[in-house]
């Protein structure tokens, strides 16, 4: 048994790794980015193929993370190369793991910026300053933050903040339990705003906006875009679910723990579309307001409505919860890596991961103000993108599938098949269809994107 196997925790409960996993995938990709996105792309032609990406594609990749959690029991760079020494293969493989981490380090980087413009709203909220707004006053609210880079990064430095608390501690008393609580406040606040929205809003035109495909809308974009958002939605390709994984100590079905995974995600990404586009078509606004959608459209409609200013309080808490769970699982990735890589005590390993981050993350915050006008690359994929886009697009459209595509190659066709069929407890014939999926759809699809994103 290696080192880094020994120091691995373990899960205290089923229901704690199955909310953390959950956790790990809802986070700011359902509640901020798929609303958005599915304004932009044209409604329910887009949600169709995001709908089709999850199953055919993302959740393969889970089972996959998964399987190699479990049976690496190590940080995601060790677990690959745990795996790929124990049955003969290259140490080499272990690369896979690395980049995973590294699409967690540069996701927790902008991703704490993100969630640093929610909790500056749930002030905003609570202080009233989101009554009487209009749409030049609502856009101006939005534009003030973007400008106040000191504020931004004291909203970062908030957020990270209390992820190192909760994950200094150990696995059961800290992110486990912290899931244990935010997952079902997450779910009825969720709720609670789809209700909101159904009774107060227009829910027949968010279902109809959400659930009404027009093929005509589908082009390559939509079919990128869907995909490629089914991926970040679900949590995959960014090593969370390896690490959470190699917590496990007891069997667990993992093929149905991953499907659990992408039903739980979807649903609520589901929900909080309908939730944001009843309220968005009963103020009769616009739902193609991008990625403001809910940083100033919902804003609108939270000040013309009866109670809007609770709401708006309650809808920015649980935008948060939903930040934390999917912050504490990037950054879960990062620190369990160095404590192993490096021989880290646990809190002088998160000290190190969340300030790096914090430092890089400086980049994402200056993009919006003093470094606004600075362009890397002048052709390209990458002309005229600001910083934060840069490392948006790079994670999203390139780290992320090009380590899910090494995942899933890596479990279905360099694994023993044996092995990775008792790590999955799973029966033949579920193991069979993951194997199908694992070896040809997940692939077919990861590829097809890579080769329109570029």
């Known amino acids: 048994m290696s080192l880094s196997e020994a120091r691995m925790p373990a899960w205290a409960s089923q229901t704690g790794f199955i909310f953390a996993c959950i956790g790990a995938a809802v986070g700011l990709g359902n509640i901020w980015k798929f609303p958005y996105m599915t304004g932009v792309q044209g409604g329910g032609a887009f949600v169709l193929i995001y709908l089709a990406s999850i199953f055919a594609i993302a959740i393969p990749i889970a089972a996959a993370e998964l399987v190699i959690g479990r049976q690496g029991r190590s940080d995601a760079q060790q677990a690959v190369k745990n795996i790929a020494v124990e049955s003969g293969k290259s140490p080499r493989y272990a690369l896979i793991g690395t980049l ?42 939005l534009a003030g933050l973007h400008a106040a880079p000191r504020e931004m990064i004291a909203h970062q430095i908030l957020f990270l903040a209390v992820i190192g608390v909760i994950l200094i501690r150990e696995l059961s008393a800290g992110l486990e339990r912290a899931n244990l609580i935010m997952i079902p406040l997450l779910i009825l606040m969720l709720i609670g705003i789809a209700l909101y929205g159904a009774m107060a809003g227009d829910v027949g035109a968010a279902l109809a906006f959400l659930f009404t495909p027009d093929f005509s809308k589908i082009t390559p974009e939509t079919i990128q875009s869907a995909v490629g958002h089914g991926f970040f939605s679900v949590g995959v390709g960014a090593a969370m679910l390896i690490t959470y994984g190699a ?33 968005v078509f009963g103020e009769g606004l616009d739902p193609t307001g991008g990625p403001g959608l809910i940083f100033t459209t919902l804003p609108l409609a939270f000040s013309q409505m009866p109670g809007g200013s609770v709401l708006a309080v309650i809808f920015f808490t649980l935008v948060f919860f939903a930040a934390l769970t999917s912050g504490l699982s990037l950054s879960e990735v990062i620190i369990r890596w160095a404590e192993n890589t490096f021989g880290l005590s646990r809190l002088k390993a998160a000290i190190i991961m969340l300030t790096l981050s914090f430092a890089v993350g400086l980049a994402s915050v200056f993009s919006f103000n003093i470094w606004s006008e600075v362009r890397l690359f002048e052709s390209g994929v990458l002309a005229d993108k600001s910083l934060f886009d840069v490392k948006d697009y790079l994670v999203t459209a390139l780290v992320m599938p090009v380590c899910g595509l090494g995942v899933v190659a890596f479990a279905a066709w360099a694994a023993p098949v044996d092995m990775m069929r008792a790590a999955m407890g799973s029966s033949r014939l579920i193991f069979n269809l993951w194997l199908w999926s694992a070896r040809i759809i997940a692939p077919a699809g990861i590829g097809w994107m890579l080769w329109t994103g570029l």
């Not at 995973?100 to 993100?114: N, Q, R």
């Not at 990404?269 to 944001?276: E, M, N």
């Open 100 to 141: 995973g981490v590294l699409g967690s380090f540069i996701l927790l980087t902008f991703y704490a910026v993100i969630a640093g413009w929610v909790t500056a709203y749930i002030a905003r909220a609570l202080s009233g300053a989101l009554s009487g707004l209009d749409a030049a006053s609502a856009n101006a609210l």
């Open 247 to 279: 917590y496990l100590d007891r069997q667990v079905d993992l093929a149905k723990a991953a499907i659990t995974i992408g039903i739980a995600d979807t649903i609520i990404a589901l929900i909080a579309g309908i939730g944001v586009f009843a309220i």
